[in-house]
């Protein structure tokens, strides 16, 4: 993959942390207060039944236990550990926590994806934990012994999640579509039994409620998992992770916007060294110097079977369901070579 399609790749995939770091003012705003398992599970059940209905594709054989897994991981404990660590830490602490994200899926990759761990990858880790704790962290943030362990359980489920998807890909001939349906809707599933039991419903909802909702449903879950799970395929497992430091740096954003919150000049300077470690994760994770452009690397943890492989079919124009095969779509349509006639001898002094 080249740098400059890398590059492209990273952006776009970065907005769907981009977005999940808006769902506190959404949060705080439009929704009724202290529902958060009710969030969560209006978040991704409705998106799921929505893709499932629109795509009427079902998991087959071991993708049951695959989707399972998933999607348990990705967004069900994933989404209960991310609003349990939030009320029990202020929000600057949390995030700190989950910064652990991208040195738990190096640690994974080296194990399932077979990745090299690199210095530049360790120095990268380090400096995006230090760019957050200067964002995000106040004097007065104080810890508490459950929530970061929630903290911590959050950032392991989505690193493994992250790592998993890499390592399976997707079922051939599953569009994207359906694939993040399933997850969406593994994950509601999860969530609805512990809402119903866990948090009584609210007595009413106004229009600016629906809003909420609609807006973490639709934008939220549907469309940023869609664009986070295609990004996964596309990217390195790590240089996935990475990106979802624009979380942290986006809400840091909006509060300042919408909320009167003040960036004083150590936020400026974590918000650098955010986006520095960003930087060196996605250039650590470049093709290798004599790696033809295009050429998918030999390790699932530098592209993988549905990474670089679509990337290589898209510049050809062609990408459809033969994706991840090992064949390019080029020799399904070029007309078969026939092997060329063998020369005819000049006729001899006694031939007719």
Known sequence: ??????????????????????TYLVTTEFLPPDRPLLASTLRALPAGLILLLLTRVLPRGIWWVRATVLGVLNIGAFFYFLFLAAYHLPGGVAALVMTVQPMIVLLLGSLLLGARIRLLHVGACALAAAGVALL???PQAGLDGVGVLAGLLGAACMASGIVLTKRWGRPEGVSLLAFT???????????????????????RLTWTNVGGFAYLGII?????????????ARLPALAASFL??????????????????????????????????????QRGEGAPSGTPSGTPPASAAEGGRHGDDEEHEHEHGRHDAVSGLGVHPSSLTAPPTVPAPRPVPPPGPGSA
Do not use: K
Request: neutral net charge; charged residues 5%.
């Open 1 to 22: 993959m080249t740098d400059r399609r890398l590059v492209r790749i990273s952006l776009l995939t970065a907005l769907a942390p981009a977005v999940w770091g808006s």
């Open 136 to 138: 995000v962290l106040q």
């Open 181 to 203: 349906g399933w997850q969406l809707t593994v994950g509601g599933l999860v969530l609805l039994p512990v809402t119903l039991l866990g948090e009584p419903l609210p007595e």
């Open 220 to 232: 939220g879950a549907l469309l940023a998992y869609i664009v986070w799970f295609n990004g996964i």
């Open 244 to 281: 979802s430091f624009a979380s942290p740096l986006c809400a840091t954003v909006l509060g300042y916007l919408f909320m009167g919150q003040t960036l004083g000049p150590l936020q400026l300077l974590g918000a650098a060294g955010v986006v520095g470690a960003v930087v060196l994760a």
